[in-house]
């Protein structure tokens, strides 16, 4: 009987130390120290992590900006600036469909999950679909309005260039150059479409180029982090990277901790020029959001139905490849679920 109550006190000394052996809660501020911040502006969405409906919190006007600015909030672009500080009805809505569609826990909240992807570096398209009021039975690949594409002929040759006025110094013009061929080609292996590198930037379909800051086309860039890269829709063809970026081709040689790689972004962002808008899949070429430091290159299931279902099969395509790349992905899915499933089993022993 002894035994039975010195370990129940045992358990309440240990319970009541619990908390000081671990942090109340990992803020997006630890996942995103100081050097890493997105930018001045998304950066200070940390201060409204856990604020509730009815909360009058100073810049909750520029979060319902970003809403709006990314598809969440519609709103006519003349009223933005009438956006107050207070987390209304409008907010609340516009952060449950953020939820949805990015795959997050539904809460209604700003709760740092979901802070942590608000802040995270992303594409500058916005996230909306014609398929955003009912987004919670579509949760895959999406199309721009209208279901615009290249060409209607069962096989297509687009052309690309740089623009030989805003490429990069630090990059070598073929590293940019293979960067893009593997992207391109990642793309023509799923669908009949062929790409072809031309010298003619005025002439070519698809143009390339980094661009800083206000740069013509309404869509200015914001300096480190935050958006990347934005892309425009069939038949546009305009590929815009964010050009005050580290670009990395090989993170051995770009040790920065904000290095993006900017094969991932070329891939993801030729899905935009060829049709594709942003799916709701985490590990779809497609979804919005890529972190520093991180390659994402191969196409998944998600990325190649959307565009198939747009341009057809390229006859040489055949999904057991990509299969054995998604099945492979999954392992490393399941070892991290298993991780958890054990932290939930141990930390639900010791309640
Ligand atoms: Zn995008
Ligand atoms: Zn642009």
Same mark, same amino acid.
């Given at each position: 009987?002894? @035994?039975?109550?010195?370990?129940?006190?045992?358990?309440?000394?240990?319970?009541?130390?619990?908390?000081?052996?671990?942090?109340?809660?990992?803020?997006?501020?630890?996942?995103?120290?100081? #050097?890493?911040?997105?930018?001045?502006?998304?950066?200070?969405?940390?201060?409204?992590?856990?604020?509730?409906?009815?909360?009058?919190?100073?810049?909750?006007?520029? =979060?319902?900006?970003?809403?709006?600015?990314?598809?969440?909030?519609?709103?006519? $672009?003349?009223?933005?600036?009438?956006?107050?500080?207070?987390?209304?009805?409008?907010?609340?809505?516009?952060?449950?469909?953020? @939820?949805?569609? =990015?795959?997050?826990?539904?809460?209604?909240?700003?709760?740092?999950?979901?802070?942590?992807?608000?802040?995270? %570096?992303?594409?500058?398209?916005?996230?909306?679909?014609? *398929?955003?009021?009912?987004? +919670?039975?579509?949760?895959?690949?999406?199309?721009?309005?209208?279901?615009?594409?290249?060409?209607?002929?069962? @096989?297509?040759?687009? *052309?690309?260039?740089?623009?030989?006025?805003?490429?990069? $110094?630090?990059?070598?013009?073929?590293?940019?150059? #293979?960067?893009?061929?593997?992207?391109?080609?990642?793309?023509?292996?799923?669908?009949?479409?062929?790409?072809? /590198?031309?010298?003619?930037?005025?002439?070519?379909?698809?143009?390339?180029?980094?661009?800083?800051?206000?740069?013509?086309?309404? /869509? %200015?860039? $914001?300096?480190?982090?935050?958006?990347?890269?934005?892309?425009?829709? %069939?038949?546009?063809?305009?590929?815009?990277?964010?050009?005050? /970026? *580290?670009?990395?081709?090989?993170?051995?040689?770009?040790?920065?901790?904000?290095?993006?790689?900017?094969?991932?972004?070329? *891939?993801?962002?030729?899905? +935009?020029?060829?049709? =594709?808008?942003?799916?709701?899949?985490?590990?779809?070429?497609?979804?919005?959001?890529?972190?520093?430091?991180?390659?994402?290159?191969? =196409?998944?299931?998600? $990325?190649? /139905?959307?565009? @198939?279902?747009?341009?057809?099969?390229?006859?040489?395509?055949?999904?057991?490849?990509?299969?054995?790349?998604?099945?492979?992905?999954?392992?490393?899915?399941?070892?991290?679920?298993?991780?958890?499933?054990?932290?939930?089993?141990?930390?639900?022993?010791?309640?």
């Amino acid at each position: 009987m002894f @035994q039975f109550f010195s370990y129940y006190n045992s358990f309440f000394f240990f319970l009541f130390f619990l908390p000081s052996l671990f942090p109340a809660r990992i803020l997006p501020a630890d996942l995103f120290p100081a #050097d890493l911040s997105p930018n001045a502006t998304w950066n200070n969405f940390v201060n409204f992590i856990d604020a509730g409906k009815g909360a009058n919190f100073s810049g909750m006007s520029e =979060l319902k900006k970003y809403f709006h600015r990314f598809g969440y909030l519609q709103v006519p $672009d003349n009223l933005v600036d009438n956006f107050t500080d207070v987390f209304d009805d409008n907010l609340e809505y516009a952060v449950v469909n953020y @939820q949805k569609n =990015l795959g997050l826990t539904v809460t209604g909240k700003l709760d740092a999950g979901t802070v942590t992807q608000i802040i995270s %570096p992303r594409c500058g398209v916005s996230d909306a679909t014609k *398929t955003m009021d009912n987004i +919670h039975v579509t949760k895959h690949y999406a199309y721009f309005y209208g279901q615009p594409r290249w060409g209607r002929s069962a @096989q297509t040759t687009l *052309t690309y260039a740089f623009s030989g006025n805003h490429m990069i $110094d630090y990059l070598s013009s073929s590293d940019v150059q #293979d960067a893009f061929r593997r992207s391109f080609s990642r793309w023509s292996s799923v669908i009949p479409v062929n790409f072809l /590198e031309s010298d003619s930037y005025s002439t070519a379909d698809i143009k390339i180029g980094f661009h800083k800051g206000d740069h013509g086309d309404g /869509e %200015p860039f $914001d300096g480190v982090l935050g958006v990347l890269a934005h892309a425009f829709s %069939p038949e546009n063809g305009r590929l815009h990277l964010d050009e005050a /970026e *580290t670009w990395a081709v090989d993170f051995k040689l770009s040790k920065s901790k904000v290095a993006v790689d900017l094969e991932s972004v070329a *891939t993801h962002e030729i899905g +935009h020029i060829l049709g =594709l808008a942003h799916s709701s899949v985490k590990d779809a070429i497609m979804y919005p959001s890529l972190s520093p430091r991180t390659k994402k290159v191969d =196409l998944k299931i998600d $990325d190649v /139905e959307g565009i @198939q279902a747009l341009y057809g099969s390229n006859p040489d395509f055949s999904y057991s490849s990509l299969m054995e790349s998604d099945l492979s992905s999954g392992r490393v899915i399941g070892n991290s679920f298993k991780w958890l499933t054990y932290l939930v089993l141990i930390v639900g022993f010791l309640l």
